[in-house]
Every structure is written in C-alpha cells, then in structure tokens.
T-cell receptor, first 115, second 116 residues
Framework: GAGVSQSPRYKVAKRGQDVALRCDPI?????LFWYQQALGQGPEFLTY????????KSGLPSDRFFAERPEGSVSTLKIQRTQQEDSAVYLC?????????????FGPGTRLTVT | SQQGEEDPQALSIQEGENATMNCSYK?????LQWYRQNSGRGLVHLIL?????REKHSGRLRVTLDTSKKSSSLLITASRAADTASYFC????????????????FGKGTLLTVNP
C-alpha cells in the first residue's frame, strides 16, 4: 500500500519568502507528526495532530511556523518569512496508535534551502 | 533537545561482520525504538522494545534494553552493503517523566558503512 508522501521533495526559497510543505499520511492513520532534521542531526519534534486537532505544537521554533490538518488527513506546514536557519529537511510521519507504544511511518521529507 | 545519544558516531565494517550500536538516554521511558535512514530517504522503523522487555529479535536485528543503565544496543548480524545507513534510537519518555506517550525524542545517530 501507499506510504506517507510529501511534496515538494526539494524547495529553494529566498529569505523572506513564505513556503508551504504538504504531507499525505497513510490512509486511516489518526496521528500525524512533523519533525525538523538539521544536517547531521536526528529529527526534532515540531507538532502533533490527532485527526484534525493539533494537540501539541510545543516544538515549533517560532510563530512563523504554522501547521494545519483541517479534515484530519492531509497536513500542511507553512513557514512565513523564511530565514536561513530554517534550512533543514522537514519530515512528516503518521501512525495508527495501538497499545502504549507504536511505530511511526515517515515520509521521504522535504529538503528546504533558504538562500 | 535530544535525549538519546548513539555511540559510536560512525562505524565502518566489512560485509558479513556484525555491527553493534549503542544508545544512552536520560529519563525514564515507555519504550525505545530504532530507526534506519538511508541517504536521501525517510526514516524506516526497525524495532520497538518496551520498558519491561530486556531483549528483542527481528530477523538479523537484536535489541537489548537496560533500564537501570538507561541504555540500549542494536546488533546487526551478518551485515550487508544494503545495511549502510544512519541508525537512530528514539525514546518515548511517557507521562511520568514529563513526556507525552506519543512524542519521540531522537538521538544524533550512528552512521554505519558496510564495505562490500
């Protein structure tokens, strides 16, 4: 079956531009996560949705970052007025919660380069 | 902030050899997971071990967990060139440690190179 897909795979933005990154989770997965992965580092949590509700946005680095999942499926991560420090790979993951521990299925990521 | 720390940062071995990677973490956990990331690809879940488990196997993978030492190890036996990737441990701290029961905290990873 289809996995998590993300688009675009690569995005180059000039400093100050707004960008929108899309995530299509696995059908039926209620939980959706966004992570930011800097070069040479592990992913860092940004935000979490359960269906359409954003239950945790504690990892968003600033108020320039905004995420939504209006119908409980596709999600968009928007970054306003991009800065060079926003350059990173943005990973989306989804999961079908089971028991008290569960695996997350990751998409291939969007590599954002801010020039 | 990243809770887990993998050791070594990089490991280079010959095909057929075993590879062992270690992970240390700081707070109590519900479970610990290992993920693999190939160059240019997303993360792939390998194995999950719960806090009340000590050892788990999946194919050529063996994971151990020592909660008293707050550490885990991942052993890949009979390695193949296709195992070349970065390996990350990820912890779910759980409610009692101020965690969430859903938020994973990743380490910086071990870069494994398997030479043919």
């Amino acid at each position: 079956g289809a996995g998590v897909s993300q688009s675009p795979r690569y995005k180059v933005a000039k400093r100050g531009q707004d960008v929108a990154l899309r995530c299509d989770p696995i059908s039926g997965h209620v939980s959706l996560f966004w992570y930011q992965q800097a070069l040479g580092q592990g992913p860092e949590f940004l935000t979490y949705f359960q269906n359409e509700a954003q239950l945790d946005k504690s990892g968003l680095p600033s108020d320039r970052f905004f995420a939504e999942r209006p119908e409980g499926s596709v999600s968009t991560l928007k970054i306003q007025r991009t800065q060079q420090e926003d350059s990173a790979v943005y990973l989306c993951a989804s999961s079908f919660r089971r028991d008290r521990g569960y695996e997350q299925y990751f998409g291939p990521g969007t590599r954002l380069t801010v020039t | 902030s990243q809770q887990g720390e993998e050791d070594p940062q990089a490991l280079s071995i010959q095909e057929g050899e075993n590879a062992t990677m270690n992970c240390s973490y700081k707070t109590s956990i519900n479970n610990l997971q290992w993920y693999r990331q190939n160059s240019g690809r997303g993360l792939v879940h390998l194995i999950l071990i719960r806090s009340n488990e000590r050892e788990k196997h999946s194919g050529r993978l063996r994971v151990t967990l020592d909660t008293s030492k707050k550490s885990s190890s991942l052993l890949i036996t009979a390695s193949r060139a296709a195992d070349t990737a970065s390996y990350f441990c990820a912890t779910d701290p759980g409610f009692l440690s101020g965690g969430s029961n859903y938020k994973l905290t990743f380490g910086k990873g071990t870069l494994l190179t398997v030479n043919p």
